[in-house]
């Protein structure tokens, strides 16, 4: 095994499509040397020394030692340094890199090689005695706390007490001797904290780093963020080890980073932010206010400071054209780190850029505009999850605002919600169902969680690159970061800005599309879906092979769906339509009645009601399926509660309450999910099913009478698990049919078919389908009796379950495609064997999930159902599976 791949001069062991060996990081590394792009050289040390370490007791292989310093000679020999020489030392950074980028993880060391010794060498080298002490004490810092875990309050304190003690306030006033003062008080600091002095061998730094990046794999803030992103413990980091370059050598050095389009909105605008004289994380930190690089960027944010494109117009302009290359190469935006040394340009990163759903749209529309990028690529590029961020409310125009503060629009979306300010709180305030803004001066890797929890997140420091900035458009949280004005007091719990003050539990809301913050909650209306959403949309719907239809019963839902594209109603739950207030009495009537006529009384009551749900739903849907399942109460859920109840059911009916609540108790059940539900409710009492029937043909007819639309109604009974019972239901629904026809004068064309929510009604599909004309698999159900896990127990142990490793994902959620989705593969199959053309769709909640969709499309499903919002989502997930 080759453990060490080399990269330098304008060429690379490494290439870009190596990341699973390299991490995101060294392989495009790689790649920008064999572009020819100006990368300091170095070598990346492959995740699978990462993966032999866990597996040998944090052991190296026997190899990595003589590998490691054949790189480094190698380095070495392109930069004219030597690692540890006194008079010329090579500096190097190291940093991790794993496949997908993850921040929790250690970051990066920078300086590494500095020592008592090769300190002077470097100050003699470039004379610059004060960048050369900087350097130093920069490096202990760094090395010290997050190689040897030192406290980073120990070594502010330092840097205070030698401040104060030369009455200096800013780190510029510093010169070398006071850096040197500095630098003992660091090395004491690390002596008092660790029993033993600073190493001053380079060979053990490097190693110390490698280590330390190898260990950071498995600290608690990577698992978590792991565990949120889905991304296995197996995969391992990368360590990048690579020549140092400075960009606070002078002031013609800079360094800074930048999206090669604009990440928030898309637009195809050079976005980015940059300092004169620093080095790497001085732009990310917040400390210094960074400048655009661009004057285009400078003038939309109203700054003053210069752009890059001023002050260092030669740089900016070969900058520029490494922008170009990069997207000319990789086809997609861009996230790239650069730093400038006396004059030349240097890259250091490069990786697909994250952005946001609107963003992500842009670009790709854009792209196939250009002709980088294929219409089918173009789809391949938006995460369909990502969708559910535009679909969402943003602030109402017209409503009234009062705005305390702006800042950058970092993350966009509109959110309202209780101030809190810490990742606890707001993680606590979630558990309770209570929308939360995270309000932080910035955020770290530890706040991610938090951050999860809250709706929005503000920050009073830091700019479009600060941590709270990505990660928030990473989540898809409405973020607005760096609102310098507000004064964030953590002990008191407030935040003020001119003479308002804000308390912990007030609401605010925020504006991630504008940076604005306001007090109070501002009302929200729903977003427009054309331009660039329509556009893509479009593509996916000519390439996609399954259906999408929505999970609707009232008008409102029907209506959104519409708007979202549903090509139908593909469950229409004709029991939540039985919970309006209007008829909840009724229907306790005809569930408590102990005798058909009772029952028959009641139901006259509802059916007008009924079949008036159906014509309006007919009409929305305009000639469009329509599925609509029979009655399926679990029962408990109708029972009247209290005495008041009781003795309202018991006035409708007509009789005394003493027997409406023996009849509840009669009615009890110990198991309701597994009860006297679906279709043996049917069984039990065919008037219900009877009544609903004629309700839908009388819908249909009456539509077909006023608008004449023709409606193909689609009857679905649930629960079924034996060919037998739909038998009994579908010969009294084609009797009510015959009797609707023969009265109306008009013959309804309907099919009747069924659920598939039993392992039983799977196995037996084929008996089934004799009868049944199609099926919707209804893998809530069906994955409730095949796991046997209760639906509405499952969420006090699932979790365990999760932890354990025993599911990877909620079940309920996402398809357990081995099981479940088995048994959905052979009640398909079995299905079409008896029935060639039998319909078959799904409408369990799995049918909105993306990654159940795609298994969906593999099975041959002719269409999957789900809620309004996630329409847009099938819709495109339906066509990622099919291309
Ligand atoms: C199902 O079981 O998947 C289904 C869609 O029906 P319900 O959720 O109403 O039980
Ligand atoms: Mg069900």
Known sequence: ???????????????????????????????????????????????????????????????????????????????????????????????????????????????????????????????????????????????????????????????????????????????????????????????????????????????????AVFSSWMNQRAITYRKLHDIPASWGTAVNVQAMVFGNMGDDCATGVAFTRNPSTGENLFYGEYLINAQGEDVVAGIRTPQHLTIAGKDANGSTLPAMEESMPEVFRQLDEVRLKLERHYRDMQDIEFTVQQSKLYMLQTRTGKRTAAAALKIAVDMVGEGLISEKEGVLRIEPKSLDQLLHPTLDPKAKRTIIAKGLPASPGAASGKVVFTAEEAEKAAEHGEAVILCRVETSPEDIHGMHAAQGILTTRGGMTSHAAVVARGMGRPCVAGAGELRIDYKRGTITVRGVEVKAGDVVTIDGSTGEVMLGEVPTIQPELSGNFAELMGWADRFRRMKVRTNAETPLDARTARKFGAEGIGLCRTEHMFFDADRIIAVREMILADTEGGRRAALAKIAPMQRQDFVELFKIMKGLPVTIRLLDPPLHEFLPNSDAEMAEVAKAAGTDIQKVQHRAVQLHEANPMLGHRGCRLGISYPEIYEMQARAIFEAAVAVFKETGETVTPEIMIPLAGTKKELDILKAVIDRVAGEVAQASGHTVDYLVGTMIELPRAALQAGQIAQTAEFFSFGTNDLTQTTFGISRDDAGSFLPDYQRAGIFEHDPFVTLDTEGVGELVKIAAERGRNTRGDIKLGICGEHGGDPSSIYFCEKVGLDYVSCSPYRVPIARLAAAQAAI
């Not at 990595?64 to 030597?82: F, P």
Request: hydrophobic share 40%; aromatic share 10%.
């Open 1 to 211: 095994t080759k453990w060490v791949y080399s990269f330098g001069e304008g060429k690379a062991e490494g290439r870009a499509d190596m990341k699973n060996l390299l991490g995101g990081k060294g392989a495009n590394l790689a790649e920008m040397s064999n572009l020819g792009l100006p990368v300091p050289p170095g070598f990346t040390i492959t995740t699978e020394v990462c993966t032999w370490f866990y597996a040998n007791g944090k052991q190296y292989p026997a190899e990595l030692q003589g590998e490691v310093a054949a790189a480094l000679a190698s380095v070495e020999r392109i930069v004219g340094t030597k690692f540890g020489d006194p008079d010329n030392p090579l500096l190097v950074s190291v940093r991790s890199g794993a496949r997908a980028s993850m921040p929790g993880m250690m970051d990066t060391v920078l300086n590494l090689g500095l020592t008592d010794v090769t300190v002077a060498g470097l100050a003699r080298r470039s004379g610059d005695a004060r960048f050369a002490y900087d350097s130093y004490r920069r490096f202990i810092q760094m090395f010290g706390n997050v190689v040897l875990g030192v406290d980073h309050h120990h070594f502010e304190d330092v840097l205070e007490e030698v401040k104060r003690d030369r009455g200096l306030s800013y780190d510029t006033e510093l010169k070398a001797e006071d850096w040197q003062s500095v630098i003992a008080g660091y090395k004491q600091v690390v002596e008092n904290e660790l029993g033993r002095p600073f190493p001053q061998d380079p060979q053990e730094q490097l190693w110390g780093a490698i280590g």
